[in-house]
């Protein structure tokens, strides 16, 4: 199944969350069209401002600069025939001044974007790996991805919020004239599917990284070179991870910059990277045959 089908179906499933949700509210206080609009509009303000100033927000998180072609002509040679592959323009670039190797792609469309490279990552990986790195963030801008995860956060967070508010009014009396029964199930309800959306949402982000993966390996032609970077970058994470920065905004690297050797995938923005490595093989095999 590809990344796009796959995404499209857990935005579905996300969506079908989101009834359940307002169905079990709906049994508690009568009225859900009120409070779904009103959580609409809220996860929608948030979003909206996120996914329009999310560049400026995480450049200044990671104190990030721009660089100009005469400070990183290598790095601009780089990304000028990446775009040129993916048929995009050239993002800006900046450095990101942090010993902890890794990479991001920002910006709510391909016309303002910015790729990103910690100071790490230009001094660990060789120009191949760079190139394959660079080819995965180049591919995040051409398949919009800043917009599929607004979308998937914008739905998770309604979620969210209206479960927040069924909680609340379960709990002060707002199915006290319902059947008892009914009203245990709609607490179920209210606390798991909440969960239930958040794995949905990872899933979703995972989705992304893997298409990432396969689309920035034909926009590089360099499979086997990213991943190298991948094993690299993986390996230098668990060994130093970022220390300052938002985990909020783990999605966005290449690979999680916060996480330590033992994450459990479900619980994990970012497919294992043993996985992603094996499907690149793959994916160099079957070129190479």
């Not at 199944?1 to 796959?6: L, Q």
């Not at 169905?23 to 609409?40: E, K, Y």
């Not at 606390?191 to 396969?214: H, K, N």
């Amino acid at each position: 199944m590809g990344a796009a089908v796959r995404t499209a179906l857990l935005i579905g499933v996300l969506t079908g969350l989101l009834m359940v949700v307002g169905f079990a509210i709906g049994f508690i206080v009568g009225n859900i069209t009120l409070i779904l609009t009103i959580a609409f509009v809220i996860a929608i303000a948030l979003n909206i401002s996120m996914y329009w100033y999310a560049d400026k927000w995480v450049l200044k998180i990671y104190k990030a600069k721009l660089v100009s072609e005469a400070e990183e002509p290598e790095l601009y040679d780089i990304v000028g025939r990446l775009a040129a592959n993916a048929k995009l323009p050239r993002p800006k670039i900046a450095i990101v001044p942090n010993e902890t190797p890794n990479a991001f792609a920002t910006g709510r469309n391909p016309s303002h974007a910015v790729v990103a490279v910690t100071q790490g990552a230009k001094n660990l990986l060789n120009k191949e790996q760079l190139e394959g790195v660079l080819g995965h963030e180049m591919a995040h801008l051409k398949n919009n991805d800043m917009l599929v995860g607004t979308m998937a956060a914008m739905i998770a967070g309604v979620i969210a919020y209206v479960g927040l508010i069924g909680r609340y009014s379960l709990f002060f009396g707002g199915g006290k004239n319902r059947d008892g029964g009914a009203s245990i199930l709609a607490l179920v309800a209210l606390i798991l599917v909440p969960f239930a959306a958040m794995f949905v949402r990872l899933s979703i982000s995972r989705t992304r990284e893997y298409g990432a993966d396969e689309d920035g390996a034909k926009i590089s032609g360099k499979p086997r070179a990213l991943a190298s970077a991948l094993r690299t970058l993986d390996s230098a994470v668990k060994n130093r991870p970022m220390q300052t920065g938002n985990p909020a905004t783990s999605h966005m690297f290449i690979v999680n910059p916060f996480r330590g050797a033992n994450v459990v995938e479900l619980f994990s923005t970012h497919p294992l990277t043993e996985k992603r490595v094996q499907r690149l093989e793959a994916m160099a095999e079957k070129v190479e045959s």
